[in-house]
């Protein structure tokens, strides 16, 4: 017989070996078991559908006699350091603040890391306040961060809808169409806000999600590598969500009758926009020069000026105040580079890495540009904040507006971008810059 001192021994080591299991069980369940959200599926039904412009896109009212304007914030990437998330937070304040937005697109990668479930809760609570206090709405799109851990696509989207204006809140969000994917999987997050001036549609905004990375084969990804020299792992736009763009377009257009002018927003560049920068940079050899790793997410570029940053016709012009921006260069000069035969027309900003954008194009911006696409903004490429003009497309990084991890973190401003398109199409874009980053590293 067991003696009462073993017993103990034993009944000890049970609740220990019991306390342990229950504690990994509930870690697993934490780190690994995907929260699914509510149950959705909705079928786009092809380019022949019939089309509501209240069903099938966001409308929101504009000012008369008003710009509209729109901010973006991007890659705020809230972690596991509330300092860090707070500074984010600040940021962006201090940015709608100047730019007294009507409209703040955040441009993917709100959060990021293991706490990402209760962060997307802590992010859609404190943009709601903010909303509210300085009376702007909102619309998010997916980064490749946003959904990582146990949160899925379609939980996230619950979040945001949960701030809803059905909902008494400010956030645009809509579940797009979950047939819109390819063979790198679904994409939910695909919505259109047309903004309108009385009746009229007077711009359409494209809330695309291309926040996946694919699965590449190794052939093509050999391919591609032995051509540019880039190994890149962000996926290209399906071809079903291409034609879903072109159907809401053409739609847009015949109930305006007119075209109208439209900016996309994405988390990862567009095939032709990382490809205009690398050409640009790369030169006759058709290879990045200054490329020192395989991968593009630890690419660099070789350092052209004093701080470790190319420039393209852009000038950076602090003026007087508190907050500096970058002012638009002048082509007076006519000193454009060219890239293919046509002009790259620097803005404003700085070029310091590699793009990151999928390896083949699908045509995304050659079937858009006839039918009214005049922008591009991005995130994502956190040391880019370069805009510029191409092809008569304005194509644009946000400032990155959290600090978030350094070691993926080498940003040289946070801010915001505010973004101002008139009836023409014409987009005047300015960076508002509220803290030079290495001020806030070196403080830490």
């Not at 080591?13 to 509930?26: E, F, N, R």
């Not at 509209?68 to 201090?94: C, H, P, R, Y």
């Not at 030169?283 to 701080?307: C, P, T």
């Not at 007076?332 to 293919?340: E, H, I, K, M, R």
Request: aromatic residues 12%; negative net charge; contains cysteine.
């Amino acid at each position: 017989m067991l003696s009462v001192k073993n017993k103990k021994f034993i009944c000890i080591v049970g609740s220990i070996c019991s306390i342990v299991l229950v504690s990994l069980i509930v870690t697993v369940c934490v780190l690994f078991i995907p929260l699914k959200g509510k149950k959705y599926e909705n079928l786009w039904l092809g380019p022949n559908s019939a089309y509501d412009i209240n069903t099938h896109s966001v409308v929101v009212q504009k000012e008369a006699n008003k710009d509209f304007v729109i901010v973006q914030l991007t890659d705020m990437q809230l972690w596991s350091s509330g300092k860090d998330n707070n500074f984010a937070f600040e940021t962006a304040e201090k940015v709608i603040m100047q730019a007294e937005p009507d409209l703040v697109v955040f441009t993917g990668d709100n959060v990021s890391g293991v706490g990402v479930p209760e962060l997307l809760k802590t992010f859609v609570n404190k943009i709601e306040e903010l909303a509210a206090n300085y009376d702007f709405l909102w619309a998010p799109v997916f980064g490749n961060h946003d959904n990582e851990m146990r949160a899925t696509p379609n939980w996230s989207g619950d979040q945001y809808l949960k701030a809803s204006r059905e909902n008494g809140g400010h956030c645009l969000f809509q579940k797009g169409p979950t047939n819109l994917g390819d063979e790198y999987g679904d994409l939910l997050g695909n919505y259109v806000i047309n903004v309108k001036e009385g009746d009229k549609i007077v711009q359409s905004l494209y809330m695309l999600d291309n926040s996946a990375y694919a699965n590449y084969s190794k052939e093509l990804k050999n391919s591609v590598y032995e051509k540019e020299g880039r190994n890149n792992k962000e996926r290209p736009f399906p071809y079903a969500q291409i034609e879903w763009c072109k159907w809401q377009a053409k739609n847009i257009n015949k109930l305006s009758g007119s075209v109208v002018p439209s900016i996309f927003f994405t988390h990862c560049a567009p095939y032709e926009m990382g490809n205009v920068l690398l050409k640009y940079v790369a030169g006759a050899n058709g290879r990045l020069d200054g490329q020192i790793q395989d991968n593009s997410s630890s690419d660099d570029l070789q350092k052209q000026d004093s701080e470790g940053y190319w420039t393209i016709s852009g000038a950076y012009n602090p003026p007087s105040g508190n907050t500096p921006e970058f002012k638009p260069a002048s082509d007076s000069d006519n000193s454009y580079p060219v890239v293919d035969g046509k002009e790259l027309k620097g803005i404003l900003g700085r070029f310091a890495y590699v793009p990151g954008h999928a390896l083949y194009n699908t045509g995304m911006v050659d079937s858009m540009k006839d039918l009214g696409l005049k922008g591009w903004f991005v995130g994502h490429d956190h040391e880019n904040d370069i805009v510029f003009e191409y092809d008569n497309i304005m194509y644009g990084y946000g400032l990155k507006a959290g600090p978030s991890p350094k070691p993926w973190n080498s940003s040289y401003f946070f801010g915001g971008t505010k973004i101002v398109m008139d009836e023409t199409g014409q987009i005047t874009p300015t960076h508002i810059i509220t803290t030079k980053a290495s001020d806030y590293w070196g403080k830490r």
